[in-house]
T-cell receptor, first 113, second 109 residues
Framework: DAMVIQNPRYQVTQFGKPVTLSCSQTLNHNVMYWYQQKSSQAPKLLFHYYDKDFNNEADTPDNFQSRRPNTSFCFLDIRSPGLGDAAMYLC????????????FGPGTRLTVL | GQNIDQPTEMTATEGAIVQINCTYQTSGFNGLFWYQQHAGEAPTFLSYNVLDGLEEKGRFSSFLSRSKGYSYLLLKELQMKDSASYLCAVLDSNYQLIWGAGTKLIIKP
């Protein structure tokens, strides 16, 4: 089945220790998104790629970086995680910009100790 | 600014009907989505409305009034598994999804 896969599902890191979250998709979608979602809050868009075209949201901290080496894979790097970065990180894809459904991966829950 | 409002929490009884409302103020409008999100899981797509009116899909229906900036999600014959958060999201003029914080629906036997 075509899907969006995120690894790991649960990630524990220490304050200030870099961490990388990964996302892969078998849907062959052009657009990939990274969201941060804290408990009982709306998902917050961090960035998105349209093919290799990278789009950073204005209020995404510099501490967050992303890489998309090919159509299938996308990575979220948190260079120096703080306690406030503990959240669920959701990867999503869509076939194009526009009124297209976004397909979400299962998410990675990040804990910062 | 852009804003999506929906109730924080609602409670309903198994077998009953519940309506979850969403009002929005956004820079442009290219459609409205409803997603279901179970606790600790990712959102899953429920519906998409871009024209005024009611879209029915099994036990779930979604309504849109663009002139009023208003939508609702109607859930019929509620089941315990419908206990989840329901997120309203609007696609703005830049095709960015603006998300509401979600409505937590609690179903009681």
């Amino acid at each position: 089945d075509a899907m969006v896969i995120q690894n790991p599902r649960y990630q524990v890191t220490q304050f200030g220790k870099p961490v990388t979250l990964s996302c892969s998709q078998t849907l062959n979608h052009n657009v990939m998104y990274w969201y941060q979602q804290k408990s009982s809050q709306a998902p917050k868009l961090l960035f998105h790629y349209y093919d290799k075209d990278f789009n950073n949201e204005a209020d995404t901290p510099d501490n967050f970086q992303s890489r998309r080496p090919n159509t299938s894979f996308c990575f979220l790097d948190i260079r120096s995680p703080g306690l406030g970065d503990a959240a669920m990180y959701l990867c999503a894809t869509s076939s194009a910009r526009g009124p297209n459904e976004q397909f979400f991966g299962p998410g990675t829950r990040l804990t910062v100790l | 600014g852009q804003n999506i409002d929906q109730p924080t929490e609602m409670t309903a009884t198994e077998g009953a009907i519940v309506q979850i409302n969403c009002t929005y103020q956004t820079s442009g409008f290219n459609g409205l989505f409803w997603y279901q999100q179970h606790a600790g899981e990712a959102p899953t797509f429920l519906s998409y409305n871009v024209l005024d009116g009611l879209e029915e899909k099994g036990r779930f229906s979604s309504f849109l009034s663009r002139s009023k900036g208003y939508s609702y999600l109607l859930l019929k014959e509620l089941q315990m598994k419908d206990s989840a958060s329901y997120l309203c999201a609007v696609l703005d003029s830049n095709y960015q999804l603006i998300w509401g914080a979600g409505t937590k629906l609690i179903i009681k036997p």
